[in-house]
Nanobody, 120 residues
Framework: QVQLVESGGGLVQPGGSLRLSCAAS???????????MGWYRQAPGKQRELVAT???????TYSDSVKGRFTISRDNAKNTVYLQMNSLKPEDTAVYYC???????????WGQGTQVSVSS
């Protein structure tokens, strides 16, 4: 099993910034089998959508809606993934979920979610 604990959400004005963190914990076997980690979000009345992912090797992907504004990074030594969010817009308001994938074990895990609200 892998536990994911997110932090860093909150209320921010349009144009502002927030940094989300997600720390993974579990047995060494489970931690070393995590490949991709990422962030997804779900706004009220909408489906959960991909925001950004990063592999253990550092390859990143972003949704078109956040490219150039959000940056995902990962510290493998701390088993932590970050999402730096700049130039936030009201449409970025959502619950943000951390995800970790173990392709070799056909498993993936989700955090409990953290609320990000962008409003003046």
């Amino acid at each position: 099993q892998v536990q994911l604990v997110e932090s860093g959400g909150g209320l921010v004005q349009p144009g502002g910034s927030l940094r989300l963190s997600c720390a993974a914990s579990g047995s060494i076997f489970n931690i070393i089998n995590i490949n991709a980690m990422g962030w997804y979000r779900q706004a009220p009345g909408k489906q959960r959508e991909l925001v950004a992912t990063v592999t253990r090797g550092g390859t990143t992907t972003y949704s078109d809606s956040v490219k150039g504004r959000f940056t995902i990074s990962r510290d493998n030594a701390k088993n932590t993934v970050y999402l730096q969010m700049n130039s936030l817009k009201p449409e970025d308001t959502a619950v943000y979920y951390c995800n970790a994938v173990q392709p070799s074990l056909s498993a993936d895990y989700w955090g409990q979610g953290t609320q990000v609200s962008v409003s003046s």
